[in-house]
């Protein structure tokens, strides 16, 4: 007998485990060129014609119609081939295979758009690239999606990714930082989920075919670009607004005594469903730090911070009364008055909190309970450019802004900052931005604290 034809077969050890990985939840690739469409493409595939019938039916996300073309193209280059009388219908973006399954390809801007598919089922769901989406929020209103009532049916969410993106931070929370690659994850829950990565160099077939693909990637002068594109680095924080500028091993450092001599202040970021953000922070005087570092006159040192958000569910607030969130402002500053002897004086505050609605505004109220503020400059682009100015430094290389490595959202939400495709000059409003507000409130208070500068 004559060997069937072979259409398509993985092309590394990477793809074949994401194929047969029995996990919930899988995220797939890193660099480019491993072969991630294809990898979701096959996974969907691989349940096809195999008795499931009109129980398989599936759905691929991808964030923009644009975005969508490439995923369509190679449909429609494969699942002809290998089942004979599939069909495309190019006005409902779907794949009918056979024996009845089905495949969805569709553009997913926002969560509002996750409302069209309200009371939907597909036991399979993928997401293309799942960082060109902000964030996570339509990923997972999808796991109610994720269901059958056929008990054969397996239950899969796959998705693929290069490590940058707007969604690069939360992305890369909810799959590479919380287990080391190929290590399954258990949620509270019971869900698994796994990160399975791979790189262009796991990818024999364009290694061999296209080797000018991987000659180019190589020689990208950009060392952040070249670390993700090529090696699938997630630490990276190429094309991000601070990239240029933010070193953690500049601007990270170890705790110390605050010298009851040097200025201190907060500031305020308001947030209520989203998170609010408080900062604490000294103005160094230039002599010899406690630490035995002699900080520049005027550098601006975050030693606390008070991040308003809900556990395990990033950028939601904790719907904090703002009497509730001035007290607890008043307890925390107690304990660094115990410490260290200082005084907290009041700093910038985002403007909202002056907003009057039919009663006491939000400053008023928190005033009313001891905790004032000075209205801050919410200059979005001046004030970038003063934390990117205080990040670069002096002539001489040393930072003008310092955070305690205690901050942890800060350090976790400043490196990864996405410049505003439309406003360049500014950061991507729809990023978790809240801890980079009061900051930059901070850095724009530099004519109040003149004269510590």
């Known amino acids: 007998m004559e060997s069937p034809k072979i259409i398509w077969t993985p092309n590394s050890d990477p793809q074949r485990l994401f194929l047969s990985c029995p996990f919930d939840e899988v995220l797939f690739g890193g660099s480019r060129g491993p072969g991630k469409t294809d990898s979701l493409l096959m996974d969907f595939a691989q349940h096809t014609g195999v008795g499931l019938g009109v129980d398989w039916k599936g759905i691929l996300f991808r964030a923009t119609y644009k975005q969508l073309e490439e995923v369509i193209h190679k449909t429609r280059k494969f699942y002809p081939r290998i089942f004979p009388g599939a069909k495309y219908s190019s006005s409902n973006f779907e794949w009918t295979f056979p024996a009845g399954e089905t495949l969805k390809l569709r553009h997913v801007a926002n969560i509002h758009d996750m409302e069209n598919y309200q009371g939907h089922e597909y036991p399979w769901i993928g997401w293309e690239e799942i960082c060109n989406w902000p964030d996570l929020s339509a990923y997972e209103l999808s796991k109610a999606l994720c269901r059958s009532t056929n008990p054969n049916a397996p239950r899969k969410m796959r998705a693929t990714a290069n490590p940058l993106g707007r ?123 406690p630490d035995g570092v002699y ?73 009313s309970v001891g905790v004032s503020w000075v209205q801050a400059d919410n200059s979005r682009l001046a004030g970038w450019e003063q934390v990117r100015e205080r990040l670069k430094g002096t002539e001489d290389g040393k930072p003008l802004l310092y955070i305690f490595n205690t901050c942890l959202d800060t350090i976790r939400t400043l490196p990864s900052a996405p410049r505003d495709e439309a406003i360049w000059d500014d950061i991507d409003t729809e990023y978790e931005d809240h801890a980079l507000d009061d900051l930059r409130y901070a850095c724009m208070a530099r004519k109040r604290f003149a004269r510590f500068n």
């Open 167 to 289: 969604g690069h931070l939360e992305v890369k929370r909810y799959f590479i930082d919380i287990a080391p690659p190929f290590t399954p994850y258990t949620d509270s829950t019971g869900r698994t989920r796994v990160f399975i990565p791979a790189t262009v160099y796991d990818n024999k077939d364009l290694m061999l075919n296209d080797p000018n693909y991987v000659k180019g990637l190589e020689s990208i002068e950009d060392e952040n670009y070249r670390r993700a594109w090529l090696y699938g680095d997630w630490d990276v924080v190429a094309g991000a607004f601070f990239g240029d500028l933010w070193r953690k091993d500049k601007h990270v450092i170890f705790p110390f005594d605050i010298p009851t001599g040097w200025y201190c202040f907060r500031s305020f970021d308001w947030g209520s469903a989203k998170p609010f953000s408080v900062g604490w922070w000294t103005i160094a005087d230039g002599t010899k730090a």
């Open 295 to 367: 900080y520049p006159r005027g550098a601006l040192i975050r030693f606390a911070e008070w991040y308003g958000c809900k556990k395990n569910t990033p950028n939601t607030g904790l719907r904090l009364t703002s009497k509730d969130v001035a007290k607890s402002i008043k307890e925390r500053e107690s304990k660094f008055i115990k410490a260290y002897g200082i005084k907290i004086n009041p700093g910038p505050a985002d403007p909202a909190i002056y907003a009057h609605d039919d009663g006491p505004s939000i400053a008023e109220n928190m005033k």
